[in-house]
């Protein structure tokens, strides 16, 4: 739809100058004889974002108060993720630790099956899952991430301008040039707030309900260079006042406003952190299958997450200051800054074929650019 709509836009303008030369005299050549009424420029534009990085809203497929099977799990993660803030959990912690270091002194380094445990063959001590019992979460359904987000960096690429003049000092500039790839710079690590209750079974009258709160690492946005990368389509429409007149000021100063059209494609995201939102995608899959201690242990689940990356197209109002110096009739030098007060969002998913959506993460990209071009021109 956005792309149709363009296509109209651009349509139209490129219409209006034809219709209005054949309605209107003050549009003829008749009025401010000599000017040209099309001309061309190209030369290094550079864009220099100024926005902020915005932090990322994470919303996952485990809804609040979901109760789950805690599974097979290793003593050391229910102990580091005991609340001790909540009232007997560090009296509760001490007493399940003490159990564990019993059995493990007692039988599992002599070689003997233990009770509520077992050792597993990576040599950590596994809580049994009819130990481990249920578990009620929270935490996980939405949450914000503060001082994380995503910042565009600054790219040079070739500009391409072309404009009709519809009097000597009016005229409608079509700004464009080769799409650069840009890079996406991440700041700040996401985290996955657990929180909830684990109700042990075999242990459950001496420990009783354990209160549950931990801060699951998940990715390091700066971590791995350039967190993504995307090629920027940013065509501009702008109408413009020329001051001076043809042929007796060389120097010609301008003002212009308009709108840009913001389109993104080639949409890349650094294989690292693909590869940490693969596993947390596996997290959610344990916990929907009722492995909740193997999304607790990062274990692989029977999922198959794959990370999708998608960024919003954009319309964004632009103003620019800019000069012509004319060299003779035809040939002429070009220089302007412009700015946009462009903002598209992006949107990270995380999708099983068997839960579907399991992950969606979404930012505001603040890019507000800086655009500063020179070029060399012809008019005809």
Not at 110 to 132: H, M, N, W
Not at 210 to 223: G, Q, R, S
């Amino acid at each position: 739809m956005m792309k149709k709509s363009l296509f109209c836009m651009t349509a139209a303008f490129f219409a209006l100058p034809t219709a209005t030369y054949a309605a209107s005299p003050y549009f003829s050549f008749k009025d401010g004889d000599g000017f040209k009424r099309f001309s061309v420029s190209a030369g290094p534009l550079y864009v220099k974002p100024t926005g902020n990085a915005q932090p990322l809203h994470v919303n996952t497929a485990i809804a609040e108060g979901t109760k789950t099977r805690v599974g097979d799990v290793k003593g050391d993660s229910v102990l580091n993720s005991i609340d001790e803030s909540q009232p007997n959990a560090t009296a509760k912690k001490a007493l399940l630790k003490g159990v564990l270091d019993f059995e493990r002194n007692t039988l599992l380094n002599l070689g003997f099956p233990g009770i509520v445990s077992y050792k597993g063959d990576d040599g950590a001590q596994y809580l049994r899952s009819g130990t481990a019992g249920s578990a009620v979460i929270n935490g996980l359904s939405s949450w914000d991430n503060p001082g994380t987000g995503l910042e565009a960096d600054d790219v040079t690429t070739l500009g391409l301008m072309t404009s009709y003049f519809f009097t000597d000092n009016v005229s409608l500039e079509v700004k464009a040039g080769i799409p650069p790839k840009v890079d996406l710079q991440g700041k700040g690590k996401i985290y996955a707030p657990l929180r909830g209750t684990a109700t042990p079974e075999d242990l459950g009258v001496i420990v009783g309900d354990l209160p549950l709160k931990n801060n699951i690492f998940i990715t390091d946005l700066e971590a791995h260079g350039s967190a993504a990368s995307a090629r920027a389509w940013t065509p501009a429409f702008e109408f413009q006042y020329h001051f001076g007149k043809t042929g007796v000021n060389k120097f010609r100063p301008y003002v212009g406003l308009g709108v840009m059209y913001a389109y993104f494609s080639e949409l890349e995201i650094n294989p690292e952190i693909e590869n940490d939102l693969i596993n947390a995608g596996h997290m959610i899959v344990n916990i929907k299958d009722g492995k909740a201690g193997a999304a607790l242990d990062r274990k692989k689940s029977s999922g198959d997450p794959k990370v999708d990356l998608e960024a919003s197209d954009a319309i964004a109002p632009v103003a620019t200051l800019g000069f012509t110096y004319d060299f003779n009739d035809k040939w002429y030098a070009v220089g302007s800054v412009s700015y946009a007060h462009l903002k598209t969002d992006t949107t990270i998913t995380v999708n099983d074929a068997k839960y579907g959506e399991l992950i969606n993460a979404k930012a505001d990209i603040e890019i507000n650019p800086i655009l500063g071009y020179a070029g060399i021109g012809y008019r005809f």
